[in-house]
Protein backbone atom coordinates (compact mmCIF):
# COMPACT_ATOMS: atom_id res chain seq x y z
CA UNK A 1 0.00 0.00 0.00
CA UNK A 2 0.84 3.62 -0.32
CA UNK A 3 3.25 5.13 2.65
CA UNK A 4 2.43 8.19 4.60
CA UNK A 5 5.11 9.66 6.87
CA UNK A 6 5.21 12.22 9.60
CA UNK A 7 7.83 14.06 11.14
CA UNK A 8 9.20 14.78 13.76
CA UNK A 9 8.02 11.51 15.64
CA UNK A 10 8.10 12.57 19.11
CA UNK A 11 8.52 16.13 19.97
CA UNK A 12 8.87 17.68 23.35
CA UNK A 13 8.68 21.94 23.69
CA UNK A 14 8.07 24.59 26.28
CA UNK A 15 5.00 26.00 26.59
CA UNK A 16 4.13 28.71 24.24
CA UNK A 17 6.21 28.31 22.02
CA UNK A 18 4.85 26.65 17.90
CA UNK A 19 5.45 23.73 16.57
CA UNK A 20 5.12 22.24 13.05
CA UNK A 21 4.75 18.71 12.04
CA UNK A 22 4.55 17.63 8.24
CA UNK A 23 2.77 14.70 6.92
CA UNK A 24 4.05 13.30 3.47
CA UNK A 25 2.78 11.19 1.02
CA UNK A 26 5.76 9.35 0.09
CA UNK A 27 4.88 7.56 -3.53
CA UNK A 28 1.16 8.47 -4.48
CA UNK A 29 -0.21 12.44 -4.76
CA UNK A 30 -2.67 13.28 -2.30
CA UNK A 31 -5.35 15.79 -3.38
CA UNK A 32 -6.75 15.34 0.29
CA UNK A 33 -5.00 14.81 3.41
CA UNK A 34 -6.90 14.60 7.01
CA UNK A 35 -5.62 14.88 10.57
CA UNK A 36 -6.79 13.72 13.48
CA UNK A 37 -5.74 14.02 17.05
CA UNK A 38 -5.63 11.36 19.86
CA UNK A 39 -5.92 11.40 23.68
CA UNK A 40 -4.48 8.05 25.46
CA UNK A 41 -6.56 5.22 25.25
CA UNK A 42 -9.10 7.01 23.15
CA UNK A 43 -9.98 6.75 19.38
CA UNK A 44 -9.40 9.25 16.86
CA UNK A 45 -10.97 12.49 16.26
CA UNK A 46 -10.72 14.36 13.16
CA UNK A 47 -9.26 17.77 13.69
CA UNK A 48 -8.93 18.99 9.79
CA UNK A 49 -9.74 18.58 6.43
CA UNK A 50 -6.73 19.65 4.21
CA UNK A 51 -7.22 20.15 0.42
CA UNK A 52 -3.87 20.99 -2.02
CA UNK A 53 -3.89 24.50 -3.13
CA UNK A 54 -7.33 25.75 -0.66
CA UNK A 55 -7.93 26.93 2.99
CA UNK A 56 -8.55 23.41 5.71
CA UNK A 57 -11.79 22.78 6.74
CA UNK A 58 -11.87 22.59 10.74
CA UNK A 59 -13.99 20.46 12.64
CA UNK A 60 -16.39 21.82 15.09
CA UNK A 61 -14.57 22.99 18.12
CA UNK A 62 -11.10 23.09 16.62
CA UNK A 63 -9.51 26.05 16.85
CA UNK A 64 -8.33 27.32 13.36
CA UNK A 65 -5.90 29.70 14.56
CA UNK A 66 -4.43 27.39 17.12
CA UNK A 67 -3.70 24.43 14.68
CA UNK A 68 -2.77 26.14 11.32
CA UNK A 69 -2.87 23.72 8.57
CA UNK A 70 -1.14 24.27 5.30
CA UNK A 71 -1.17 21.71 1.87
CA UNK A 72 0.88 23.40 -0.05
CA UNK A 73 1.71 20.99 -2.61
CA UNK A 74 0.06 17.22 -3.34
CA UNK A 75 2.46 15.18 -1.29
CA UNK A 76 2.65 17.54 1.91
CA UNK A 77 0.82 18.83 4.43
CA UNK A 78 2.41 20.65 7.89
CA UNK A 79 0.24 20.93 10.92
CA UNK A 80 1.54 23.90 12.96
CA UNK A 81 0.61 24.01 16.85
CA UNK A 82 0.46 27.63 17.63
CA UNK A 83 1.81 28.46 20.90
CA UNK A 84 1.11 24.87 22.32
CA UNK A 85 0.25 23.96 26.07
CA UNK A 86 0.03 21.56 28.07
CA UNK A 87 -2.99 20.38 27.44
CA UNK A 88 -2.01 20.38 23.46
CA UNK A 89 0.07 17.32 24.39
CA UNK A 90 -1.58 14.72 22.35
CA UNK A 91 -0.73 12.45 19.81
CA UNK A 92 -1.42 13.55 16.12
CA UNK A 93 -1.68 11.62 13.36
CA UNK A 94 -2.06 12.90 9.45
CA UNK A 95 -3.66 10.82 6.82
CA UNK A 96 -3.81 11.11 3.13
CA UNK A 97 -6.13 9.74 0.64
CA UNK A 98 -5.92 8.70 -2.64
CA UNK A 99 -8.05 9.32 -5.21
CA UNK A 100 -10.33 7.28 -7.43
CA UNK A 101 -10.70 3.52 -7.81
CA UNK A 102 -13.20 2.01 -6.38
CA UNK A 103 -13.34 3.46 -3.23
CA UNK A 104 -11.29 6.74 -1.99
CA UNK A 105 -8.51 4.87 0.24
CA UNK A 106 -6.81 6.75 3.34
CA UNK A 107 -3.66 5.77 4.29
CA UNK A 108 -2.39 7.15 7.77
CA UNK A 109 0.98 7.99 8.90
CA UNK A 110 2.73 6.95 12.10
CA UNK A 111 1.92 9.44 14.11
CA UNK A 112 4.07 12.60 16.41
CA UNK A 113 3.21 12.68 20.09
CA UNK A 114 3.71 16.51 20.90
CA UNK A 115 4.70 16.94 24.96
CA UNK A 116 4.01 20.43 26.12
CA UNK A 117 6.18 21.36 29.20
CA UNK B 1 -26.37 10.20 11.25
CA UNK B 2 -23.27 7.69 10.95
CA UNK B 3 -21.93 6.30 13.81
CA UNK B 4 -19.54 3.30 14.45
CA UNK B 5 -20.14 0.85 18.37
CA UNK B 6 -17.62 -1.32 18.95
CA UNK B 7 -18.54 -3.27 22.45
CA UNK B 8 -16.30 -3.50 24.72
CA UNK B 9 -13.55 -1.41 25.28
CA UNK B 10 -11.41 -4.46 26.74
CA UNK B 11 -11.05 -7.92 25.47
CA UNK B 12 -9.14 -9.71 27.06
CA UNK B 13 -8.62 -13.68 25.84
CA UNK B 14 -5.77 -16.75 26.11
CA UNK B 15 -3.27 -17.62 23.56
CA UNK B 16 -4.69 -19.66 21.38
CA UNK B 17 -7.90 -19.00 21.95
CA UNK B 18 -10.64 -17.81 19.77
CA UNK B 19 -10.63 -13.67 19.16
CA UNK B 20 -13.90 -11.76 18.99
CA UNK B 21 -14.47 -8.27 18.53
CA UNK B 22 -17.47 -6.60 17.65
CA UNK B 23 -18.34 -3.46 15.79
CA UNK B 24 -21.85 -2.65 14.48
CA UNK B 25 -22.56 0.48 12.38
CA UNK B 26 -25.40 3.27 11.23
CA UNK B 27 -25.54 4.36 8.10
CA UNK B 28 -27.77 5.98 5.84
CA UNK B 29 -25.81 4.88 2.75
CA UNK B 30 -24.33 1.75 1.97
CA UNK B 31 -21.05 1.53 3.90
CA UNK B 32 -17.27 1.01 3.28
CA UNK B 33 -15.98 -0.81 6.29
CA UNK B 34 -12.10 -1.06 8.10
CA UNK B 35 -10.88 -2.41 10.50
CA UNK B 36 -7.73 -1.03 12.02
CA UNK B 37 -4.62 -1.95 14.71
CA UNK B 38 -2.75 0.34 16.26
CA UNK B 39 0.19 -0.88 18.40
CA UNK B 40 1.49 1.64 21.21
CA UNK B 41 2.97 4.81 19.92
CA UNK B 42 2.25 3.76 16.56
CA UNK B 43 -0.20 4.72 13.69
CA UNK B 44 -3.05 2.94 12.47
CA UNK B 45 -2.11 -0.37 10.13
CA UNK B 46 -5.32 -1.46 7.85
CA UNK B 47 -6.07 -5.01 8.70
CA UNK B 48 -8.93 -5.33 6.07
CA UNK B 49 -11.87 -4.03 4.09
CA UNK B 50 -15.37 -4.45 3.10
CA UNK B 51 -16.25 -2.60 -0.30
CA UNK B 52 -18.65 -4.71 -2.36
CA UNK B 53 -18.82 -8.18 -2.94
CA UNK B 54 -18.00 -10.89 -0.82
CA UNK B 55 -19.48 -10.61 2.40
CA UNK B 56 -16.52 -12.84 4.26
CA UNK B 57 -13.26 -10.35 4.14
CA UNK B 58 -9.69 -11.56 4.68
CA UNK B 59 -7.02 -9.76 6.11
CA UNK B 60 -3.27 -9.47 7.34
CA UNK B 61 -2.45 -12.00 10.29
CA UNK B 62 -5.00 -14.43 10.04
CA UNK B 63 -8.12 -11.67 10.42
CA UNK B 64 -11.58 -11.58 9.01
CA UNK B 65 -14.55 -10.28 8.90
CA UNK B 66 -18.13 -11.06 7.85
CA UNK B 67 -20.07 -8.05 6.55
CA UNK B 68 -23.91 -8.82 7.70
CA UNK B 69 -26.38 -6.06 6.65
CA UNK B 70 -28.97 -7.08 8.08
CA UNK B 71 -27.38 -6.99 11.83
CA UNK B 72 -25.38 -3.67 10.60
CA UNK B 73 -22.52 -5.46 12.07
CA UNK B 74 -19.13 -6.40 11.06
CA UNK B 75 -17.49 -8.64 13.78
CA UNK B 76 -13.72 -9.09 13.67
CA UNK B 77 -12.42 -12.55 14.04
CA UNK B 78 -8.74 -14.75 14.41
CA UNK B 79 -9.34 -18.37 14.95
CA UNK B 80 -6.43 -18.73 17.57
CA UNK B 81 -5.26 -15.59 19.15
CA UNK B 82 -1.17 -14.71 19.38
CA UNK B 83 0.45 -12.99 21.81
CA UNK B 84 1.34 -10.55 18.79
CA UNK B 85 -2.14 -9.47 18.61
CA UNK B 86 -2.46 -7.60 21.82
CA UNK B 87 -2.87 -4.22 20.34
CA UNK B 88 -5.70 -1.30 19.87
CA UNK B 89 -8.68 -2.29 17.30
CA UNK B 90 -10.44 0.60 15.48
CA UNK B 91 -13.64 -0.32 13.27
CA UNK B 92 -14.19 2.28 10.67
CA UNK B 93 -17.54 3.08 8.74
CA UNK B 94 -16.98 5.54 5.56
CA UNK B 95 -20.09 6.14 4.12
CA UNK B 96 -20.98 6.66 0.80
CA UNK B 97 -18.71 6.93 -2.16
CA UNK B 98 -18.18 10.44 -2.65
CA UNK B 99 -15.14 12.70 -2.03
CA UNK B 100 -16.48 14.48 0.83
CA UNK B 101 -17.46 11.35 3.17
CA UNK B 102 -15.31 10.71 5.73
CA UNK B 103 -13.65 7.65 7.76
CA UNK B 104 -15.50 7.94 11.51
CA UNK B 105 -13.89 5.76 13.94
CA UNK B 106 -15.31 3.76 16.84
CA UNK B 107 -14.09 3.75 20.28
CA UNK B 108 -11.53 1.29 20.26
CA UNK B 109 -11.14 -2.27 21.57
CA UNK B 110 -7.63 -3.08 23.93
CA UNK B 111 -7.26 -6.51 22.89
CA UNK B 112 -4.82 -8.31 25.64
CA UNK B 113 -3.49 -12.04 25.23
CA UNK B 114 -3.22 -14.25 28.53
CA UNK B 115 -0.22 -16.88 27.97
Known amino acids: GAVVSQHPSRVICKSGTSVKIECRSL??????MFWYRQFPKQSLMLMATSNEGSKATYEQGVEKDKFLINHASLTLSTLTVTSAHPEDSSFYIC?????????????FGPGTRLTVL | AQSVTQLGSHVSVSEGALVLLRCNYS??????LFWYVQYPNQGLQLLLK??????LVKGINGFEAEFKKSETSFHLTKPSAHMSDAAEYFCAVLPGYSSASKIIFGSGTRLSIRP
Open chain 1, 95 to 107: SARVEGGIYNEQF
Open chain 2, 27 to 32: SSVPPY
Open chain 2, 50 to 55: YTTGAT
Open chain 1, 27 to 32: DFQATT
